[in-house]
């Protein structure tokens, strides 16, 4: 140990405060990746429902591909039958 205000002690200091001012910026930079890794979840769920969504509605609601009311036949089996049918 040195004196105060001597080289060695105004060095330890200097190498303290940067190691400090380092471990702030890793903080910040990890709390950066978490935000950024949040909003990547945030936008994938939100697609992944829409897509959904437009799935359920396009195969089941009013004038849906597959259980659609086309005459008796009411099954998805039906309807590809039915659709079979009528392409020959």
């Keep these: 140990m040195g004196i105060?205000?001597?080289?060695?002690?105004?060095?330890?200091?200097?190498?303290?405060?940067?190691?400090?001012e380092e471990e702030e910026e890793e903080e910040e930079e990890e709390e950066e990746?978490?935000?950024?890794?949040?909003?990547?979840?945030?936008?994938v769920v939100v697609v992944v429902v829409v897509v959904v969504v437009v799935l359920v509605v396009a195969?089941?609601?009013?004038?849906?591909?597959?259980?659609?009311n086309c005459g008796s036949h009411k099954t998805v089996?039906?309807?590809?039958?039915?659709a079979i049918y009528q392409l020959h």
Excluded at 33 to 43: I, K
Excluded at 77 to 82: R, V
């Design 77 to 82: 089996g039906g309807n590809l039958d039915h």
């Design 33 to 43: 990746v978490l935000l950024l890794l949040e909003v990547v979840v945030v936008v």
């Design 4 to 20: 105060p205000g001597t080289p060695s002690k105004i060095a330890e200091k200097k190498r303290n405060k940067q190691e400090e």
């Design 59 to 68: 195969l089941t609601g009013r004038g849906g591909l597959f259980l659609r």
